[in-house]
């Protein structure tokens, strides 16, 4: 999940510290590595890519997708993160949407991680293989991946994503929270900074 890397279109609260343009070209790079990873880990079968954009419409997520190499894209829809990232996990399962008949394992991740490597993506996984959830943990307090087991997906998981203040470093206590409250099975991985404001750069330009 990415946001379109243009001025004024992505990463709003560093644009505001050294403007629209430079924090659109840092999106696009982490959006670029980001996709990277993912298409390497593809390579070997293991998964399917979809890639959901916010920012711009249908033609212009066609193009672009097929520009970076990946069939499956779609906007992001309406509504909050939570809202954008329940939708996404069903149009994830195609055709098992109706009733969650034969879900799909499916990880939503987000792309503002610049040390995001294949081998985070082959430990979520393998994390499934004996949990129902995984949850990547940010050190902002939210979470950089969020994995849900097939297992998991045949029921209503609509309470990992509501009533959560998104954007606010209680995201991943409160979504833990729900997850004991429910009984679900879960593993964290490793915690990963996002980059979000300027002092996030400052490591990177080391």
């Not at 510290?17 to 990873?37: D, M, N, S, Y």
């Not at 987000?110 to 129902?132: H, M, Q, R, W, Y």
């Not at 997850?179 to 915690?191: P, T």
Request: charged letters at 30%; aromatic letters at 8%; a positive charge.
């Amino acid at each position: 999940m990415t946001r379109w890397p243009a001025a004024n279109r992505c990463k709003s609260r560093l644009a505001k510290e050294i403007g629209g343009f430079r924090a659109a070209q840092i999106q696009k790079k982490l959006t670029q590595h980001t996709i990277e990873v993912a298409k390497a880990i593809k390579s070997t079968g293991l998964i399917e890519i979809k890639l959901a954009i916010d920012g711009i419409g249908k033609k212009k997520i066609a193009k672009w997708s097929k520009e970076q190499g990946i069939i499956n894209a779609c906007s992001q829809g309406k509504g909050n993160l939570g809202l954008k990232m329940k939708r996404q996990i069903f149009l994830a399962q195609g055709k098992r949407v109706k009733n969650f008949k034969n879900p799909r394992t499916t990880i939503l991740i987000g792309t503002d991680v610049p040390n995001i490597c294949p081998s985070d993506i082959f430990s979520a996984l393998n994390c499934l293989n004996k949990n129902e959830l995984v949850i990547g943990p940010s050190k902002d307090g939210g979470y950089w991946l969020i994995g849900f087991s097939n297992d998991i997906l045949n029921y209503e998981i609509s309470w990992t994503f509501s009533g959560i203040e998104w954007g606010e470093n209680s995201v991943l206590e409160e979504t833990l929270k729900r997850v004991r409250l429910k009984g679900i099975k879960y593993e964290l991985i490793e915690e990963k900074k996002d980059i979000d404001n300027i002092s996030d750069l400052i490591e990177w330009q080391k």
